[in-house]
């Protein structure tokens, strides 16, 4: 049963770390995870912070991950 209740904690702190990195990526002239980063010379865009949007870019994808293994877990734990 621990481990159920650390796996539940731990899913919390991701759930709240890929909700920052979406509110990021929202302020951020809604880029979103796809939208291009660049202008159309190849020079980073002066209206995004692009550092931000890459490190939120970053977080959500890895924690999107994490979320559906420890779901996966806590499914096997459950049952």
Known sequence: M???F???AQQTVWE???AGAMRVLEAEANVGMRQRLVDADGFPRDDVD??????ARNT???R???LKH???E???LIE
Do not use: C, F, I
Request: hydrophobic share 35%; charged share 25%.
């Open 60 to 62: 959500v994808a890895t």
């Open 50 to 55: 692009v550092y931000a949007v890459r490190h």
């Open 16 to 18: 709240r770390e890929l």
């Open 74 to 76: 806590l499914k096997t």
């Open 70 to 72: 420890v779901g996966e």
């Open 2 to 4: 621990g481990g159920q």
């Open 6 to 8: 650390a796996r539940q």
């Open 64 to 66: 999107a991950n994490d």
